[in-house]
């Protein structure tokens, strides 16, 4: 199994900044990239970020040029550098863990963690 724990989340003006964590543990052999969702109230739960072992990212068009992801394999850990938060991305932000040969989103989530952003 793979236990993902997120944290960094809190309340921020717009404008502001955060940086999220994901620390993976267990059989972390078995996944090959991590990916950041959010779900906002009343909406889907979709893909903000994504990075692969070998370092390769994408983003979702609306955090393009203003989130950041990144990793430490000697920490077993993903970031998400979040900066110009806007109100609208507000959301309990999920990591995930997708295993080799298959897609997003897999089984492996983590608790989440709340992103506040006040105008």
């Known amino acids: 199994q793979v236990q993902l724990v997120e944290s960094g989340g809190g309340v921020v003006q717009a404008g502001g900044s955060l940086r999220l964590s994901c620390a993976a543990s267990g059989i972390t052999g078995i996944i090959n990239a991590i990916g950041w969702y959010r779900q906002a109230p009343g909406k889907q739960r979709e893909l903000v970020a994504g990075i692969t072992n070998g370092g390769s990212t994408n983003y979702g068009d609306s955090v393009k040029g203003r989130f950041t992801i990144s990793r430490d394999n000697a920490k077993n850990t993903v970031y998400l550098e979040m900066n110009s938060l806007k109100p609208e991305d507000t959301a309990v932000y999920y990591c995930?863990?997708?295993?080799?040969?298959?897609?997003?989103?897999?089984?492996?989530w983590g608790q989440g963690t709340q992103v506040t952003v006040s105008s």
């Open positions: 995930n863990g997708r295993p080799y040969g298959y897609n997003w989103p897999s089984r492996y």
